[in-house]
Nanobody, 122 residues
Framework: QVQLVESGGGLVQAGGSLRLSCAASGSIFAINFMGWYRRAPGKQRELVAAIPSGGNTNTNYADSVKGRFTISRDNAKNTVNLQMNSLKQEDTADYYC??????????????WGQGTQVTVSS
């Protein structure tokens, strides 16, 4: 079992910044992929940013957040962060951390965090 615990959501004015963090714990051998997803009211869940194994150079972003959001991870600590700048009202959503990889017993895992709410006001 792998647990993902998110933190850092909240209420911010448009143009402001927030930093989300996610820490993975459990019987982890390796994490191959970590990402942030979001679900806005009335919309489907979408990938916001992803960072596979190999370090911070192999990142992917939704077009709507490119240039404003930055994803990073600390492989030693099994954490992933999402720095969100120049926030817009349309960024309002519940944000979820996701990770997949290998457990110590050699089996695969994929886990979701409980979600953290981000609200951007005008």
């Amino acid at each position: 079992q792998v647990q993902l615990v998110e933190s850092g959501g909240g209420l911010v004015q448009a143009g402001g910044s927030l930093r989300l963090s996610c820490a993975a714990s459990g019987s982890i051998f390796a994490i191959n992929f970590m990402g942030w997803y979001r679900r806005a009211p009335g919309k489907q869940r979408e990938l916001v940013a992803a960072i596979p194994s190999g370090g911070n150079t192999n990142t992917n972003y939704a077009d709507s957040v490119k240039g404003r959001f930055t994803i990073s991870r600390d492989n030693a600590k099994n954490t992933v962060n999402l720095q969100m700048n120049s926030l817009k009202q349309e960024d309002t959503a519940d944000y979820y951390c996701y990770a997949r990889g290998l457990l110590l017993d050699g089996t695969d895992f994929d886990s979701w965090g409980q979600g953290t709410q981000v609200t951007v006001s005008s």
